[in-house]
C-alpha cells in the first residue's frame, strides 16, 4: 500500500478488495473479440453471453463497427443510447453512419446522426435534408461556415456547396476571407482555384498573397501593392509580420516605406508593433527597446513583458524593471523576484528582501532561488489528501474505471486514458481526487497527475511528483554517474510518466528520446517499440544526460537546456562575456526552453527532497557564472 493511500485513508481502503483479473480472463476477452471482429453473429452473440468480463461492451463495438448491417439496426441503436458520450459511442456510430451513406438511407441516416467535427459527415447530414424537403434557406445558411475555412474540404461537401453558390450565397467577402484564412494557413493550391472566383480587377490579389506566403520578402516589394487598397494593405501586413522573424533590417526599410503608401488602421499598426517588438527582442536587435516601448499598455500580455523585463535585464536597466512592474497588482512569482532583483542591484537590500521573502516558501523555481538568496529552508508546502475511503471505493466499482484498469493491463493505453478522461470529465472534484488516489495506487502516474492538473490541486506533492519507476532511474542513474533527482525529473517534465509518450517531433518514451538520438548514444538502432519500454528508454535517457553533462564541462544547467534545445544552439547562445547564470535562464531566447529549465530545475529540487536529501540545489545558480 502506498504511503498516500495510508494516510489518506488509513482505514477502509486497505481493507477494499481490489478486483484484477487473471490472464485467462483477458483471454477470454481477447477470444470473444477476434470472434467479433470475424463478423459471424451467432458466434459473436455467443461469446458475448459467455463472457464476464468489464470490457463485454468493447466486443459489441468491435462487432458492430466492422459489420454494421441493417439487420443489426435495433441492436446498434440500443448500442449507440446505452453508451451514449463514452468512448465507446463514436466508433460504432461513425461506422455506422458511413454505412447508411454508402446505401443511400438518407432518413436513418439523418435519425443517427449526431454533431461531430467529421467535414464529411457534416456535409452529408446537410444535403440529405436538402434532399428530403427541409426548408432550403435553414439548410443553405449553415453552409458558409464550412466553405470558408482555410484548406480543402472532402468531395462529399461538392453538393451542398454547389447548391449554395447557386442559390446566392457566395459572396466577394466569403471568398476573400478564405483566400486570408488559406494562405495564412499555407495552403498556397487552394489559392488557384479561389482566384476563379474573384472579380478580374481583383484576381491579382491572390497572385500577391501566394508570392507574400511563399516568401516573406516579397512584401518588400513596393512596385507590387498597384491599387494601394485596404485589401493590398492587409497583405503588407501580413508580409511584413512575418518578414520581421527572417530579415530584420528589410522588415524594417520595407515598414517605415509602406506606412507612407497606405493608411493603415490602428489594429494593424498596434500588430506590427506588437509582431515587431516580440521578433526584435528574440533577436537582441538593437532597435527591440523602441518598439517594446511602442506596444501599448493594453496589448502588453505576459509574452510581451517577458521581453520588456528581459531587455531592461540585458541593459541592466534596474530602474525601468522598477517601474514596469512597481504598483502592478497581481505579480507572477518571476515578475517578483526580478523586481527585487533590480532593488538590490539599486542598493535597496530591505526592499528586495522583503519581496524575495513574499515568494521564498514557493514551490517553484523563483522561490527556490529566494529561499537561496535569503539562506532559508526548503518548502514543499506539501498537503495529504482526505478522501473518504468510501468513496474511493465507489469510484473504483465505476464501469468506466473497471474499463480504465482492464484496458491497461492489456496495454492499450489511448483507449485506458480516454476511458479514464471520460470518467473523471464527468466526475465531481471530490470524486476526481478519488479517482487520483486509485490511479496512484495502481502506477497510473499520468493520468494522476493529469487529473490533479486538472483541478488545480497543486499541493499534493507525493501524488503529483511520485518516484515512478525508482528502481530504474536508481540503477541507470548510478550507471550513468548523474544524479537520480536530476534523471526523475527530466522524465517528469518529458512525459509525465507515460511510458508511450510520443511527441510531434516523434520522440518516444519516459525521457522523450527520438530514434536518432538513441541511436547515436548506443551506437546501434534501437527500434520505437523498444524505447516505449521504461528499463531500456531510462538507461538510454541517463546515458545521454551524462554525454550532455560531458558536453557542457561538467555544468547541469547547461545539460538541461541542451536536453530541450540541443547542444549546437545552446553553444551559440552563450554570451561572449560571462554572465549570471540565472540572469542567462533568463534571457534564453526561447520561451520552451527557458521555461524547459526552470522547470527542470524546480521538480529537481522536489525530488532531491522527496529523497530524503537535504540542502537547496536550485541555489548554486546564483553563484555560477555562464559564458564562452
Not at 482505514?11 to 478488495?17: H, P
Not at 516589394?221 to 508580409?239: N, P
Not at 494593424?268 to 537582441?284: C, E, I, N, P, T
Request: overall charge positive; glycine content about 4%; aromatic content about 12%.
Amino acid at each position: 500500500m502506498k504511503s498516500w493511500i495510508l494516510k489518506v485513508a488509513a482505514t477502509g481502503l486497505a481493507a477494499m478488495s481490489w478486483f484484477s483479473f487473471a490472464s485467462s480472463d483477458h483471454e477470454a476477452f481477447k477470444q470473444a473479440e477476434r470472434i467479433a471482429w470475424s463478423g459471424n453473429y451467432s458466434a459473436f452473440t455467443n461469446a458475448l453471453n459467455e463472457l464476464d468480463h468489464p470490457l463485454k461492451p468493447y466486443v459489441e463495438m468491435a462487432f458492430f463497427e466492422r459489420h454494421p448491417r441493417l439487420k443489426y439496426e435495433q441492436q446498434i441503436a440500443h448500442f449507440l443510447t446505452v453508451y451514449q458520450s463514452t468512448p465507446l459511442e463514436w466508433p460504432v456510430r461513425e461506422s455506422w453512419l458511413k454505412y447508411l451513406k454508402r446505401r443511400g438511407k438518407k432518413a436513418l441516416f439523418i435519425d443517427y446522426y449526431e454533431p461531430s467535427s467529421d467535414v464529411e459527415l457534416q456535409c452529408t447530414y446537410l444535403q440529405y435534408q436538402l434532399d428530403l424537403g427541409a426548408p432550403r434557406n435553414a439548410i443553405l445558411e449553415q453552409v458558409s461556415n464550412l466553405w470558408v475555412v482555410g484548406k480543402s474540404q472532402p468531395r462529399a461537401c461538392n453538393a451542398i456547396f454547389d447548391a449554395w453558390q447557386q442559390a446566392g450565397y457566395l459572396t466577394t467577402e466569403h471568398v476573400w476571407e478564405r483566400i486570408t484564412k488559406a494562405a495564412q494557413g499555407g495552403q498556397v493550391s487552394l489559392l488557384r482555384y479561389l482566384k476563379t472566383l474573384l472579380p478580374q480587377k481583383e484576381a491579382y490579389l491572390a497572385d500577391l498573397y501566394t508570392a507574400v506566403r511563399r516568401d516573406p520578402s516579397a512584401a518588400a516589394g513596393l512596385y507590387r501593392y498597384k491599387k494601394r487598397s485596404d485589401k493590398e494593405a492587409q497583405i503588407a501586413v501580413y508580409g511584413v509580420r512575418r518578414l520581421i522573424w527572417r530579415d530584420q533590417k528589410l522588415a524594417l526599410k520595407a515598414w517605415d516605406k509602406l506606412k507612407t503608401m497606405f493608411d493603415f488602421t490602428e489594429q494593424q499598426r498596434d500588430s506590427v508593433a506588437y509582431r515587431f517588438a516580440l521578433a526584435l527582442a528574440s533577436k537582441g536587435h538593437s532597435q527591440a527597446k523602441f518598439w517594446l516601448n511602442k506596444v501599448k499598455p493594453e496589448h502588453q500580455d505576459a509574452k510581451l513583458r517577458q521581453w520588456m523585463m528581459s531587455n531592461m535585464l540585458k541593459e541592466q536597466d534596474w530602474s525601468g524593471i522598477a517601474a514596469l512592474f512597481t504598483g502592478m497588482d497581481n505579480l507572477s512569482h518571476g515578475q517578483t523576484y526580478w523586481l527585487a532583483y533590480s532593488y538590490a542591484q539599486r542598493g535597496e537590500q530591505d526592499k528586495a528582501e522583503q519581496l524575495w521573502r513574499k515568494i521564498a516558501s514557493e514551490r517553484d523555481y523563483y522561490g527556490f532561488l529566494a529561499a537561496g538568496r535569503l539562506g532559508l529552508d526548503i518548502s514543499l508546502n506539501q498537503k495529504s489528501l482526505d478522501v473518504p475511503p468510501s468513496l474511493v471505493a465507489k469510484v473504483s466499482q465505476a464501469p468506466g474505471f473497471k474499463r480504465a484498469k482492464a484496458l491497461y493491463e492489456l496495454e492499450r493505453y489511448t483507449s485506458a486514458r480516454r476511458e479514464w478522461n471520460y470518467l473523471t470529465n464527468t466526475s465531481s472534484v471530490a470524486e476526481k481526487l478519488a479517482a487520483s488516489i486509485l490511479a496512484a495506487e495502481l502506477d497510473w502516474y499520468d493520468s494522476t497527475i493529469y487529473t490533479l492538473a486538472q483541478i488545480k490541486a497543486w499541493d499534493y506533492v507525493d501524488l503529483r511528483f511520485p518516484l515512478a519507476f525508482e528502481k530504474h532511474f536508481s540503477r541507470y542513474s548510478k550507471r550513468s554517474h548523474i544524479d537520480m533527482a536530476w534523471s526523475i525529473a527530466i522524465a517528469r517534465r518529458e512525459s509525465s510518466f507515460a511510458p508511450d509518450a510520443r511527441s510531434h517531433a516523434n520522440a518516444y518514451g519516459l525521457m522523450q528520446l527520438l530514434p536518432s538520438t538513441a541511436r547515436y548514444i548506443s551506437k546501434q538502432r534501437v527500434a520505437k517499440r523498444n524505447l516505449m519500454q521504461p528499463a531500456t528508454n531510462i538507461r538510454l535517457g541517463s546515458d545521454y544526460l551524462d554525454y550532455l553533462k560531458k558536453k557542457n564541462h561538467g555544468n547541469e544547467m547547461l545539460a538541461t537546456a541542451s536536453y530541450n534545445a540541443g547542444y549546437h544552439r545552446i553553444k551559440k547562445w552563450l554570451p561572449d562575456e560571462a554572465m549570471p547564470a540565472e540572469l542567462w535562464i533568463e534571457l534564453i531566447p526561447y520561451q520552451e526552453t527557458r521555461d524547459y529549465v526552470k522547470n527542470v530545475f524546480a521538480y529537481r529540487q522536489v525530488y532531491h527532497t522527496r529523497l530524503g536529501r537535504e540542502g537547496n540545489i536550485v541555489a548554486p545558480l546564483l553563484d555560477m557564472q555562464i559564458g564562452r
